[in-house]
């Protein structure tokens, strides 16, 4: 804790040499043990540029896009493959490993080149810090670096209560209040090797949320039917009292074949057992409840099933009988749980990998809290080695690497919320979500190369993107539960993808089994290394988008109100952003939601007739977009000093700009200052005479931009404008 406001700006890997080597009880420091096991050469090998020999051998371009960074890849059009069509058609297997609860922040926060710690776009509080200084009595609480195999693995509350309790009405300022100060712990790539070569690899999201302010249940449920039914707890996984359509029977109905990967020894409370992460055994459809005993045989019967080879339980068995794998971390439990879905990968399988796939981990392979990041990266990386396994497969295959929940552990980014009366999307009075970020990875040729998707998704994205997949091949499978609005609010994934510019290669990753040895070992991990040591997989790039939010600001003097007209500009049909108003001072904070389409403008009036003239207020929307707006309202007809106002346009295209005009509708000069506040552009000072303009071309770093304007005439005038203009569609 602290007592007065500091700015927020740590160090990814926290180089004060102050801090004293901390050894495991092996010895060795958590880097020793790392470097001793050869696992820090693969890690630092594994960012953009390296990789290993391609298992399929790749053209000149497919070359060059490997070992590029991520902007000249996008420029590299690839040689495809015989057989390969260039577009979403070339997948032929969706994979979905969804992990438990770890927040985005708490995860990849540290992870250059995504919205981390570092975000300057972040929620500012009315006593002038920002949502990283989470408020705890007459002090607050910041991210705090934690570098213990017990400090990864605390367990806070993650209920429905408490995920509102956090969210505070929007305001976002209760996590101390409702999780307790071990919400702020955070892991970096000094903790998390694996995990950040992985995501420098391929494409990580950093605007995924969980569907549900709550725990597990509710947030799995989501993912695998598009709703939770309205529900916000766990439980009745196997009551067979659920009864609305999931998604694995759209795909059996359009013919698409399914199954569920899941160890069925008994519910688990270790290494065995599906831990009830298996919503789908709660339904009628898949229990004895709500089927004879025949519907249950063929459905579990991968041949009477056919195409949809939908294993909830192995064909012929009680739910949990047991299947002798042992409960421990061994290779062989890890074969066993893993048994059916390595055996479907295996060229020439008596049941091959379907069209769909889910991947269910019992417990202590899950990441869940105590469980340890070091054995989840070690069963991901099965996963994915299994694939690899197969080169047809590998090459054909989309991963998708979620988490469920955030547990309890914070995250700065606001989740997008519903005016309330929404359908479908409240409990009473509460939005049922978003709730918190959650690490995203998608795996594949398509995401190679060191990424960033950066549209909004949450669990209903992985079944949009089915959707949107099982069109495009001629067997479309449909949701009938996700809400209008948050169709509108989540993108399918696809936005996050080129499937012109595959890369089929195996790039070098950590080695899995020397993490098991460290977890197994326990105790503190060194943060005293030395520069060489420390993981480097460089800057991630942000995929170019085909729309965005803009925020424009008009004053009535005569009626003494302040206006933000919010728009949505591109995109596809239908698509809408959630955009967020509070006061910065004058009035009490709080939050007001807005759904912004582009069939759908909207306003957002301050009347500063209430506040002596004066206002002050800001707008939040994903992917960094902010507009502040603070000054005070002359009145109509007194024009004697200078009058500053501004428009602003946004120019969307190849090299996405900023237009700036710059107004006096006063009778003295204005003196305008322009300024950077982050990205690209340098500060300009510009005089405006009377009742003259001037323009500024304001430039973007691959989009982004963040300026702020002040105006020299002693009323508070300072306006900001952030965000990220679209590359796409323009």
Request: glycine share 10%; net charge negative; proline share 7%.
């Amino acid at each position: 804790m602290s007592s007065e406001p500091t700015p927020f700006t740590p160090d990814p890997y926290e180089r004060a040499k102050t801090v004293p080597d901390q050894i495991l009880r092996s010895g060795l420091s958590r880097r020793g043990m790392l470097k001793a096991l050869g696992l820090m050469g693969a890690a630092a090998a594994a960012g953009v540029a390296g990789v290993t020999a391609s298992s399929t051998p790749a053209s000149a371009a497919q070359a060059a896009a490997a070992n590029a960074a991520p902007a000249a890849a996008s420029r590299v059009r690839a040689v495809l493959p015989d057989g390969f069509a260039g577009d979403i058609t070339d997948i032929k297997h969706v994979v979905v490993l969804m992990q438990e609860n770890r927040s985005f922040d708490h995860y990849y926060g540290a992870l250059p080149g995504v919205r981390g710690h570092n975000d300057k776009q972040a929620l500012r509080f009315q006593n002038g810090t920002d949502v990283f200084s989470q408020p705890s009595g007459t002090s607050f609480v910041r991210p705090n670096r934690v570098t213990t195999v017990a400090g990864s693995t605390t367990g806070l509350d993650h209920s429905y209560s408490g995920g509102t309790g956090a969210w505070a009405g929007g305001r976002y300022n209760n996590w101390i209040g409702a999780k307790g100060a071990s919400t702020m712990n955070y892991l970096s790539g000094e903790e998390l090797p694996w995990q950040y070569s992985l995501a420098s690899a391929y494409t990580i999201c950093d605007n995924w949320h969980c569907s549900v302010m709550g725990p597990t249940t509710p947030n799995r449920l989501y993912a695998w039917t598009g709703t939770s039914g309205g529900g916000t707890g766990n439980g009745g996984e196997s009551n067979g009292m659920r009864a609305w359509q999931t998604y694995p029977e759209a795909l059996q109905d359009a013919g698409v074949s399914w199954r569920i990967y899941v160890d069925n020894t008994n519910n688990g409370s270790s290494w065995v057992g599906d831990y009830t992460d298996n919503p789908i055994r709660g339904f009628a459809s898949f229990t004895t409840s709500g089927s004879t005993a025949t519907d249950i045989a063929n459905r579990n019967d991968p041949v009477k099933n056919a195409p949809g080879t939908g294993l909830v339980w192995r064909a012929g068995s009680a739910p949990y009988k047991s299947t002798g794998v042992p409960n421990n971390d061994s290779d062989t439990n890890l074969d066993g749980v893993l048994r059916d879905f390595i055996a479907a990968c295996r060229p020439g399988a008596e049941f091959p990998l379907p069209q769909v796939s889910w991947v269910v981990a019992p417990y202590s392979w899950s990441e869940h809290p105590s469980a340890n990041p070091e054995h989840g990266a070690h069963f991901c990386n099965r996963v994915i080695s299994t694939l690899q396994s197969n080169e047809e497969i590998w090459n054909s295959t989309l991963l998708i690497m979620t988490f469920d929940e955030n547990d309890g552990y914070f995250d700065h980014v606001l989740p997008p919320f519903a005016e309330p009366g929404t359908e479908g999307e409240y409990s009473g009075s509460t939005p049922l979500g978003y709730g918190a970020r959650i690490p995203t990875i998608l795996v594949s040729p398509w995401t190679r190369g060191g990424w960033v998707g950066t549209e909004t998704f949450d669990h209903t994205s992985i079944i949009r993107f089915l959707e949107t997949w099982t069109a495009a091949i001629g067997t479309p499978a449909r949701s009938t539960t996700i809400t209008d609005w948050r169709r509108a609010i989540s993108g399918d994934l696809t936005s996050a993808m080129d499937f012109q510019n595959p890369i089929f290669d195996v790039p070098s990753l950590p080695d899995t089994d020397a993490l098991v040895q460290i977890a197994r070992a326990g105790g503190t991990i060194s943060t005293q290394v030395p520069e060489a040591d420390k993981w480097d997989g460089g800057t991630l790039t942000a995929r170019p988008l085909s729309y965005h939010p803009h925020g424009t600001f008009t004053e009535d003097r005569a009626a003494g109100t302040v206006t933000a007209t919010l728009s949505l500009a591109g995109g596809p049909d239908g698509k809408a952003v959630s955009l967020q108003a509070f006061p910065d001072r004058h009035l009490p904070f709080s939050n007001t939601p807005y759904t912004v389409s582009a069939a759908n403008p909207r306003t957002h009036t301050w009347d500063a007739t209430a506040t002596e003239g004066r206002y002050a207020f800001s707008v939040y929307g994903p992917d960094g977009f902010v507009r502040s707006h603070a000054g005070t309202v002359i009145p109509a007809g007194q024009n004697n000093a200078g009058v500053p106002r501004v428009d602003v346009d946004l120019v969307g295209g190849s090299e996405p700009t900023v237009t700036v005009q710059l107004h006096n509708d006063g009778r003295q000069p204005v003196h305008y200052n322009v300024v950077p506040n982050d990205f690209a552009g340098e500060a300009r000072r510009v005089w405006v005479k009377p009742g003259e303009s001037a323009e500024l071309v304001w430039p973007t770093d691959n989009g982004y931009y963040d300026v702020v304007i002040t105006a020299d005439t002693s009323t508070g005038w300072v306006h900001r404008y952030a965000g990220r203009v679209a590359q796409l569609g323009f």
